[in-house]
């Protein structure tokens, strides 16, 4: 079966341009979450939809990061404008009945840079 | 104070050494918690789940200390493969947030 599918893998850009990141969860998961890893933070969890609606973006850092999840099987996180701050390893997550289990599934990730 | 905290380490310990870590939490009110492990440039996956009775799988054993709030995972004989980085993970009680401690890595050395 296929696992969570995370694209681009890597993408360098900079400031001030539009970073889209996409994430497919592994279907039959009603619950997904994006999380943002830095080696001085961690992993931090940013927003967390369940059965398609956003629950809680509280750890979304600020306005310039949105994310939406239009139905059962893709989420985008977006970044306008990036800053070299945003440079960090950006995972999706996904799990069955919100994660009751502790099993996150996550995909490779998406490395992203900006310069 | 942060939700879950771990010792960075690293680890450096001989093949066929035992090997503990432990990791603090702060939400007295957490009733599971996880370990998950993370190999260099990859993505996090669940090791194990810890119970109130602890949970043991092969040369793995994860025990919960709820009056001192903290849970430890062990590892016996351990091999050059479980070299990683091992993650703590506390959900909130309603599993809306999984909160990941920043990670122990352990290098086992031949």
């Known amino acids: 079966d296929a696992g969570v599918i995370q694209s681009p893998r890597h993408e360098v850009t900079e400031m001030g341009q539009e970073v889209t990141l996409r994430c497919k969860p592994i279907s039959g998961h009603n619950s997904l979450f994006w999380y943002r890893q830095t080696m001085m933070r961690g992993l931090e969890l940013l927003i967390y939809?369940?059965?398609?609606?956003?629950?809680?973006d509280s750890g979304m850092p600020e306005d310039r990061f949105s994310a939406k999840m239009p139905n059962a099987s893709f989420s985008t996180l977006k970044i306008q404008p990036s800053e070299p701050r945003d440079s960090a390893v950006y995972f999706c997550?996904?799990?069955?009945?919100?994660?009751?289990?502790?099993?996150?599934?996550f995909g490779e990730g998406s490395r992203l840079t900006v310069l | 104070r942060k939700e879950v905290e771990q010792d960075p380490g690293p680890f450096n310990v001989p093949e066929g050494a035992t090997v503990a870590f432990n990791c603090t939490y702060s939400n007295s009110a957490s009733q599971s918690f996880f370990w998950y492990r993370q190999d260099c440039r990859k993505e996090p996956k669940l090791l194990m789940s810890?119970?109130?009775s602890g949970n043991e799988d092969g040369r793995f054993t994860a025990q919960l200390n709820r009056a001192s709030q903290y849970i430890s995972l062990l590892i016996r004989d351990s091999k050059l493969s479980d070299s990683a980085t091992y993650l703590c993970?506390?959900?909130?009680?309603?599993?809306?947030?999984?909160?990941f401690g920043s990670g122990t890595k352990l290098n086992v050395k031949p």
């Open positions: 993970v506390v959900p909130l009680y309603n599993f809306n947030k999984f909160y």
């Open positions: 997550a996904s799990s069955r009945d919100r994660g009751r289990t502790g099993e996150l599934f």
């Open positions: 810890v119970y109130s």
């Open positions: 939809f369940n059965n398609n609606v956003p629950i809680d």
